[in-house]
C-alpha cells in the first residue's frame, strides 16, 4: 500500500492536525497550499510541502503527478470569496474548463467536480475525518455553563434552520434569536455570518451543522477558536454544533475561551430521517 499522503490545504490548523494525524499512521505527507493565509506551522511538519492557488488545477495535478500520489485529502478553509473578491488569481485552462461544465456554481458542485477530475487522474479523495476522529464531539453540553431553557429552544430552532440551508447548499450556519433567524450563512463565511447576525440582536444563538447530504471528502463542518472569538465580537450567548459531524479545532483552547466569556456549547445529535 502508497503510504504517501498528498494534502490540498486551505486556511486554519486542520491541515496541520491531518500532516500529523497522518504522519502518527506512517504516511509521508505532501502538502498543497492553494490559498493565501495558511497556518505558519504548516510547511514546518509537512514533509514536502508546495503553495499555488486554487485556480491553478493544471500545477496542481501536475505537482500529485511528481509526486506520485494517490490519495489525497482537501482541508481547510477555501471560500468562494477568494474566488469572487476583486484582485482573484486568474484560473489556468483546466479550472476554467471545469467551472464552465458544470450547470451552477454551488460548493457542492465545484467540489465534486474537482474529486470527479482527481478522480480521472487515478487519485482517490479521502474522507476529510479519516485522520481527524478525535477531534469530532460527542453530544452533549461541552462548556461549562449548561443553557437556559430560552437558548435551549432557539438551538433546537437554529439547528433545524441550519440543517434546512445546508440542504439547499446555501450555507451551514445560522444566528437565531427567539426563534427568528437574525443572519444566514453564505459565501461570506461562518465568522462573517456571527459578526452580521450579532449586529441585529444582542445575546444570539449560533448554529452549525453538516448539511444533509454531506459529502465527508470535502467541507466538513468545523469550529474552533475565531468562531468563539467571533461570537464574543457579536455578544452571542450559545454555540449548537452536530455531534459526531463537526471538527472541533484546538478543543481545549476554544473551549476555555467559551468558558471565559459564559458561552454555552452544545453538541447535539441529528434526528435520524
Not at 71 to 98: F, H, R
Not at 132 to 156: C, F, I, N, W, Y
Not at 243 to 258: C, I, N, Q, S
Amino acid at each position: 500500500m502508497d503510504k504517501t499522503l498528498g494534502i490540498l490545504a486551505g486556511v486554519g490548523h486542520l491541515p496541520v492536525e491531518v500532516v500529523r494525524g497522518a504522519k502518527a499512521a506512517g504516511y509521508k505527507t505532501v502538502v498543497i497550499g492553494v490559498v493565501p493565509g495558511l497556518d505558519e506551522e504548516l510547511s514546518k511538519v509537512a514533509d514536502t510541502f508546495y503553495s499555488t492557488h486554487i485556480g491553478k488545477l493544471g500545477k496542481i495535478l501536475d505537482i500529485l503527478s511528481k509526486n506520485g500520489i494517490k490519495a489525497v485529502t482537501m482541508i481547510g478553509k477555501v471560500t468562494k470569496e477568494i474566488l469572487y473578491s476583486e484582485g482573484a488569481i486568474v484560473p489556468d485552462w483546466q479550472a476554467v474548463k471545469l467551472l464552465s461544465s458544470l450547470p451552477d456554481r454551488h460548493d457542492d458542485t465545484i467540489m465534486r467536480a474537482i474529486v470527479d477530475k482527481l478522480s480521472s487522474q487515478g487519485i482517490e479523495v479521502i474522507d476529510q475525518t479519516f485522520f481527524l476522529q478525535v477531534l469530532m464531539p460527542e453530544a452533549g453540553v461541552l462548556s461549562k455553563r449548561q443553557p437556559t431553557m430560552e437558548e435551549m429552544e432557539d438551538m433546537d430552532y437554529g439547528f433545524s434552520m441550519a440543517k434546512k440551508i445546508g440542504g439547499l447548499d446555501i450555507g451551514q450556519t445560522v444566528v437565531v434569536k427567539n426563534k427568528a433567524i437574525m443572519a444566514v450563512e453564505a459565501i461570506e463565511g461562518t465568522d462573517k455570518c456571527i459578526l452580521r447576525g450579532g449586529a441585529l440582536g444582542k445575546n444570539v444563538i449560533v448554529a452549525k451543522t453538516a448539511k444533509p447530504a454531506q459529502d465527508n471528502r470535502f467541507d466538513m463542518p468545523s469550529v474552533g477558536v475565531a468562531t468563539i472569538e467571533a461570537m464574543i465580537a457579536a455578544g452571542s450567548v450559545g454555540l449548537v454544533v452536530e455531534a459526531g459531524r463537526t471538527l472541533l479545532v484546538d478543543r481545549e483552547k476554544m473551549l476555555a475561551l467559551a468558558d471565559a466569556h459564559n458561552i454555552t456549547v452544545v453538541a447535539k445529535q441529528a434526528k435520524k430521517c
